[in-house]
Nanobody
């Protein structure tokens, strides 16, 4: 049974940092890209970052550029999302999910395996 297990998240102050982790199990990790998505209160889930299967290519939505960094450790089958300078508008539930290619990481329908989600709350 393929699945992703997330950890990290929590409550931080405006301007602080968090790191999310996502561990893969039951999938050929080296063959999958992994995206990060979030769902803000009252809004739809949207992708904002992706890392290719090789880890060479990374993609970010405009609001994530310069603040968020995605990386992967193949030996640990783990994806990391480092989030710096967090803002209240970053509050939401964060998901990691695996897909064949990052090409369509913005669309939730392209993901094949999902993490359970983790809450990130940024207070002002």
């Amino acid at each position: 049974q393929p699945y992703l297990v997330q950890s990290g998240g929590g409550l931080v102050q405006d301007g602080e940092s968090l790191r999310l982790s996502c561990v893969a199990s039951g999938i050929p990790f080296q063959h999958y890209a992994v995206g990060w998505l979030r769902q803000a209160p009252g809004k739809e889930r949207e992708g904002f970052s992706c890392i290719s299967a090789t880890g060479i290519l990374t993609y970010y939505a405009e609001y994530a550029k310069g603040r968020f960094t995605v990386s992967r450790d193949s030996a640990r089958k783990t994806i990391y999302l480092q989030m710096n300078d967090l803002k209240p508008e970053d509050t939401g539930i964060y998901f990691c999910a695996a897909l064949p290619l990052c090409f369509e990481y913005l669309k939730t329908g392209n993901y094949e395996v999902w993490g359970q989600g983790t809450q990130v709350t940024v207070s002002s």
